[in-house]
């Protein structure tokens, strides 16, 4: 039976088969969890393996190995900005979307992969201010729709911060 987790921690500690990376579309790293993954996993191995890749569209996402990390995998995925100044209905729906899209194809590269195991960071709710609550209805549904087709056991939704956490076991309970 497949589960969802919420865990408090640091996601570059995690032994899972693969832990997502909050990046960029350039895939050159960046700060948040960006900057802990590629300071864990090995600067040098990462830069080299994102090279050839040719960037990663917001919402898409793309895998390198863990290198020195203890995960088997990175799914680097570039969520979207929410900016404020482009709001209005519209425009909150297809950010809505992009950060749909970027838990779903995490999901299928699991599949892909063979993974058992996956942790997900808040996705673009630090530097891209994406509202934490409004993301987090959005993770859980989709990686929830995707559970059974992706061969996922564990799905880890990993909080850095005790809001965030309290927001994932609100929606969970
Ligand atoms: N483990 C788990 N979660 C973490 C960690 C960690 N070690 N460090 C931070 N978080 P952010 P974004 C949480 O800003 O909003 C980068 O520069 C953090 O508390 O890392 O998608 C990239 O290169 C927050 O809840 O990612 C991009 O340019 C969540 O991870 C841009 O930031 C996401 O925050 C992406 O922005």
Redesign the pocket.
């Known amino acids: 039976m497949a589960e969802l987790e919420v865990i408090r ?4 500690k995690l032994a899972v088969d693969a832990i997502v990376n ?3 579309t350039k895939l050159k ?8 993954i590629h300071r864990a996993a090995g600067k040098a191995h990462l830069l080299a393996a994102t090279a050839p890749l040719g960037g990663c569209a917001t919402g898409d996402a793309k895998a390198t190995p863990g290198f020195n990390l203890p995960a088997t995998w990175i799914f680097h995925t570039a ?1 979207p900005v929410w900016s404020v100044k482009r709001g209005g209905k519209t425009a909150e729906d297809a950010k809505d979307a992009l950060l749909r899209s970027c838990y779903r194809r995490c999901m299928e590269l699991a599949r892909e992969h063979n993974v058992r195991s996956i942790a997900f ?10 509202p934490p609550n409004r993301a987090a209805g959005i993770a859980i549904a989709t990686v929830r729709e995707h559970l059974q087709a992706s061969g996922v056991e564990r799905a880890i939704f ?1 909080c ?2 005790e809001a ?1 956490e309290a927001i994932y076991r609100a929606l969970l309970a």
């Open positions: 921690g640091d996601i570059t909050a990046a960029n790293g960046g700060g948040g969890v960006d900057g802990a969520g960071p808040a996705i673009s709710t630090g530097v891209y201010r994406f990993c850095y911060n965030t």
